[in-house]
């Protein structure tokens, strides 16, 4: 039987987060080395909603997510939880709308992207918990 775990929950968010985030104002691509950067992503996202494993909204879990997406490759994720903020940076980029971060000491996760106007959405991010490896979906909303 599957318990939700809030810690867990977390955990899927953060790193499902650090793969997702959109510019709606350019959606082509400069080259970065040997990797592309979507200018559609470039930008500061607000995690909105949490589509998968389980549907509900970041304020039901008692969690804030915003991530940067920088120009250059490299982001910053700020997470709010009931025990306080972290912030965790690394290095994005996409190719064929798959996006890869990497965060800082952590292993790299790809996922399928989509920028529609001011809203990106990752689907099926890779998560590790436990020894398993779970699929999050999550959905950003652009800052103002």
Same mark, same amino acid.
């Given at each position: 039987?599957?318990?939700?775990?809030?810690?867990?929950?977390?955990?899927?968010?953060?790193?499902?987060?650090?793969?997702?985030?959109?510019?709606?104002?350019?959606?082509?691509?400069?080259?970065?080395?040997?990797?592309?950067?979507?200018?559609?992503?470039? /930008? %500061? *996202?607000?995690?909105?909603?949490?589509?998968?494993? !389980?549907?509900?909204?970041? $304020?039901?879990? =008692?969690? &804030?997510?915003?991530?940067?997406?920088?120009?250059?490759?490299?982001?910053?994720?700020?997470?709010?939880?009931?025990?306080?903020?972290?912030?965790?940076? /690394? %290095? *994005?980029?996409?190719?064929?709308?798959?996006?890869? !971060?990497?965060?800082?000491? $952590?292993?790299? =996760?790809? &996922?399928?992207?989509?920028?529609?106007?001011?809203?990106?959405?990752?689907?099926?991010?890779?998560?590790?918990?436990?020894?398993?490896?779970?699929?999050?979906?999550?959905?950003?909303?652009?800052?103002?």
């Amino acid at each position: 039987m599957f318990r939700f775990n809030y810690k867990f929950f977390f955990l899927i968010i953060l790193t499902a987060a650090i793969i997702s985030c959109s510019d709606d104002d350019d959606s082509s691509t400069a080259p970065e080395g040997n990797a592309e950067i979507d200018n559609a992503l470039v /930008g %500061t *996202w607000v995690l909105t909603k949490i589509l998968a494993p !389980i549907a509900t909204t970041p $304020e039901a879990a =008692g969690i &804030s997510l915003t991530a940067l997406f920088n120009e250059d490759g490299t982001l910053e994720l700020t997470t709010v939880d009931s025990e306080g903020t972290s912030i965790n940076t /690394g %290095t *994005w980029s996409t190719s064929s709308g798959t996006i890869t !971060i990497t965060i800082e000491g $952590e292993e790299p =996760g790809s &996922s399928a992207y989509t920028v529609d106007g001011n809203t990106a959405t990752i689907d099926g991010f890779p998560v590790s918990f436990q020894g398993s490896v779970i699929m999050a979906s999550l959905e950003f909303t652009k800052a103002p």
